[in-house]
DNA sequence: GTCTATAACCGGATAGAC
DNA sequence: GTCTATCCGGTTATAGAC
């Protein structure tokens, strides 16, 4: 649509409001960041800000979605290193964290929210979905990259459990306070060759019922039984962390 | 300290508005009562309301001590019924389900903060401590009622283990939109067995390693390393669900 | 110590003019 | 797209009454 340069005016501005919004953040903590220091410090009216978030909470997810584009850029090649599952999932996580370190208080927003089913914050809500897809290609990638062999209760569902173990490292991330936390990447090494263990136990004829079963009731929460969904909305953040939209 | 009754004016007011509030949450969902209703529809003035309850957010942790104190009702004497351990289990967490049943919405706000390591509601808070206490030892009373025989390298810990297990049901039951929260039911008995199976076979020469590594790292987070926990302060609910305190 | 009433502050969000 | 003015609600402050 744009002529010559591929950013117009208003992707710019955009930009700019969110450069100042993750800047104050990271300095100043979320809540002690009001949206009028946000404009202030883009040069912008607040107004203005809000023409292009919808929420304060937006920009947390818009955040999300740059801190993605991060981790592929430093993940860049570094999966074709090795076809070794264990290793790829490894590098995977690792540099999950380290993309995300700069904003690891940020970052606590975000689970704050996993827990809400009606925020679209939530890495589970329809609004993160495309995001969510994305993490969860890269995990298949991972997967599929790899020597290692699925059983095919599990090779479906694979990814987006993988998923979840990432989601639950970061979540220990979110709490570690150890030096340059280092615990958590304690944990990513010693919990990894647990998982590949996992997998690898996963068509054991002991194990297989509970698996199935636990895939199965992964199914249902993805699939609610009351489930509306309204196919057009998406990401327009019609209502923030809490209850119903209704002002 | 009261000369007669045992309930003194001031309780009976705390009462009044924390009734007010829970019923205003339940119908109008949380973000949608101002504390202005609250104050008029217990009859006090806002003001008063303060008196009470430090913040909007107090009012959800009065809540949870409320709750708690209506489980422990229900359960009574139903854990006297049986020794075994996975019906003891069950019970415990089908009857917490079942008294937090009306204030599904509003419990979401618990999950909400739970992963927030600074917000004072979260279940893991220090504020939350004597609570989280409690809600351990009854589940350490599920343990020790029982038949079972656990392993050494659990023992100490499995009550806040099957105590984290509870949390994670309770997380289910939030997202859960099926009618009377039946998956929630079935995720219960079907996982109990799971759950009576793992810690069945945590004293197996393969899985103990494992079982030590994730109790070590267990530890690890209740003791934070950067650890400072002012001793005196209890919920006094100085901040709210964001960062620091400051205002 | 308990409570009322009222005004004010602050920050997220919106309306509507330009 | 951008601005200014305004609303709304959590929270605080004040000043005084039982």
């Given at each position: 649509m744009e002529p010559a340069g591929r950013t117009s005016k208003g992707e710019q501005t955009r930009e700019r409001i969110l450069d100042a919004a993750l800047d104050l953040f990271r300095t100043q903590g979320y809540a002690d960041t009001t949206m009028r220091q946000i404009a202030q410090a883009a040069g912008v009216a607040v107004g203005n800000a809000y023409y292009y978030f919808?929420?304060?909470d937006q920009l947390i997810l818009a955040f999300y979605e740059r801190n993605h584009a991060d981790h592929l850029a430093v993940l860049g090649?570094?999966?074709?290193?090795?076809?070794e599952f264990g290793e790829r999932l490894r590098t995977l996580v690792r540099t999950k964290v380290d993309s995300a370190m700069p904003y690891r208080r940020l970052s606590t927003k975000l689970f704050t929210s996993a827990?809400?089913?009606?925020?679209?914050?939530?890495?589970?809500s329809p609004e993160s979905a495309p995001l969510r897809g994305e993490a969860i290609a890269l995990m298949a990638e991972v997967v599929d990259g790899s020597s290692l062999r699925v059983g095919k209760d599990l090779r479906d569902d694979l990814p987006e459990l993988l998923w979840l173990y990432e989601m639950g490292v970061i979540l220990y991330w979110v709490h570690d306070s150890s030096e340059g936390c280092a615990n958590t990447y304690a944990l990513i090494d010693k919990t990894v060759p647990i998982v590949e263990r996992l997998v690898g136990i996963a068509k054991l004829p002991v194990i297989r019922p509970m698996v199935r079963e636990l895939v199965g009731m992964l199914d249902e929460l993805r699939m609610p039984t009351t489930g509306e969904l309204p196919v057009g909305a998406r990401a327009t953040g019609e209502y923030g962390l809490d209850d119903a939209p209704k002002r």
């Open positions: 919808a929420s304060k090649s570094a999966l074709d290193g090795t076809k827990a809400d089913p009606e925020s679209p914050l939530s890495p589970f």
